[in-house]
């Protein structure tokens, strides 16, 4: 396969995939925009090969090769080039290259991801943190390289907008997680407002839930507010996709509130249409003047 029809195949699933990152993606110029395509199709796969693993196919073993190829690609003699087979691969050789994207950050998501194989619960939030950590706010560092941002408290904002990010995911997605027999909200929070495991897994709306969700739902505020208070002015332009996924994630926990937190009567997201909006206004806020 080719540069090029690796990179096609990567835009390809970055389009179909409809996911909220990918209307951050058209404010980017072109060679930027792959490399986030490259970065998105990434991530996808890996998460797909433990969340939705194909029949009698072993998770670990799909993760080991993950691995074993972004190590091979640091290994090259200097050519630029990938001996894999893997379309993601090959195009992400020439983007590492190019943005210097330390192999660290790709290795920690692997890891964050794999977290998921053994861990299904999380007594403290300090042990949350972790995850949310590995599966956002270093995919947030990653994005730092390909946007151009510079300056230190670039990489704050990143590491508080991947933990608000995470938190939004895990509060509108109680019901997914728990038939996946996760639950990914600490017990120690669970325990403080007397809401059980198995009321979650059975989606009850109670008075202690609505108690547990405000405060779930503040807490990430927190992360959001300080994600905003750490964005540096010299990178506000470079980081103009972030600022529109952090617009269209804010509203997604917004609604998670005005719906007075019954996540479990249907997914909370936003139409395609709302989505440009939220990403319009946001554009028009940081470019303005």
Same mark, same amino acid.
């Given at each position: 396969?080719?540069?090029?029809?690796?990179?096609?195949?990567?835009?390809?699933?970055?389009?179909?995939?409809?996911?909220?990152?990918?209307?951050?993606?058209?404010?980017?110029?072109?060679?930027?925009?792959?490399?986030?395509?490259?970065?998105?199709?990434?991530?996808?796969?890996?998460?797909?090969?433990?969340?939705?693993?194909?029949?009698?196919?072993?998770?670990?073993?799909?993760?080991?090769?993950?691995?074993?190829?972004?190590?091979?690609?640091?290994?090259?003699?200097?050519?630029?080039?990938?001996?894999?087979?893997?379309?993601?691969?090959?195009?992400?050789?020439?983007?590492?290259?190019?943005?210097?994207?330390?192999?660290?950050?790709?290795?920690?998501?692997?890891?964050?991801?794999?977290?998921?194989?053994?861990?299904?619960?999380?007594?403290?939030?300090?042990?949350?943190?972790?995850?949310?950590?590995?599966?956002?706010?270093?995919?947030?560092?990653?994005?730092? &390289?390909?946007?151009?941002?510079?300056?230190?408290?670039?990489?704050?904002?990143?590491?508080?907008?991947?933990?608000?990010?995470?938190?939004?995911?895990?509060?509108?997605?109680? &019901?997914?997680?728990?038939?996946?027999?996760?639950?990914?909200?600490?017990?120690?929070?669970?325990?403080?407002?007397?809401?059980?495991?198995?009321?979650?897994?059975?989606?009850?709306?109670?008075?202690?839930?609505?108690?547990?969700?405000?405060?779930?739902?503040?807490?990430?505020?927190?992360?959001?507010?300080?994600?905003?208070?750490?964005?540096?002015?010299?990178?506000?332009?470079?980081?103009?996709?972030?600022?529109?996924?952090?617009?269209?994630?804010?509203?997604?926990?917004?609604?998670?509130?005005?719906?007075?937190?019954?996540?479990?009567?249907?997914?909370?997201?936003?139409?395609?249409?709302?989505?440009?909006?939220?990403?319009?206004?946001?554009?028009? &806020?940081?470019?303005?003047?």
């Amino acid at each position: 396969m080719t540069s090029h029809e690796a990179q096609q195949y990567c835009t390809d699933l970055a389009r179909r995939s409809g996911s909220n990152f990918y209307y951050s993606f058209f404010f980017l110029p072109q060679e930027r925009r792959d490399a986030m395509h490259a970065v998105y199709a990434f991530c996808h796969e890996v998460d797909g090969a433990v969340d939705d693993p194909a029949p009698g196919s072993d998770p670990r073993t799909h993760l080991a090769r993950w691995r074993a190829d972004v190590a091979a690609l640091y290994r090259q003699d200097g050519d630029g080039g990938t001996h894999s087979s893997n379309p993601i691969i090959i195009c992400l050789a020439d983007h590492i290259r190019l943005l210097g994207i330390p192999q660290d950050y790709f290795d920690e998501i692997i890891a964050g991801v794999e977290m998921d194989l053994t861990i299904n619960r999380y007594a403290t939030f300090s042990d949350l943190y972790q995850y949310c950590y590995r599966v956002a706010s270093v995919v947030g560092l990653v994005c730092l &390289k390909i946007f151009g941002a510079r300056a230190p408290e670039s990489q704050t904002y990143a590491v508080n907008l991947g933990i608000a990010f995470q938190l939004t995911n895990i509060l509108r997605d109680l &019901k997914v997680d728990g038939a996946r027999g996760r639950i990914y909200l600490p017990t120690e929070d669970l325990t403080r407002f007397g809401y059980g495991e198995q009321e979650l897994l059975a989606g009850a709306c109670t008075p202690a839930f609505t108690s547990l969700m405000e405060f779930e739902c503040r807490r990430a505020q927190e992360y959001y507010r300080a994600a905003e208070a750490a964005l540096p002015e010299s990178d506000r332009r470079a980081l103009l996709p972030a600022e529109i996924m952090r617009a269209i994630y804010h509203t997604i926990l917004e609604r998670i509130e005005a719906s007075r937190y019954d996540v479990f009567a249907r997914r909370v997201t936003l139409s395609p249409p709302r989505r440009v909006a939220v990403a319009l206004g946001a554009w028009f &806020k940081n470019t303005r003047g």
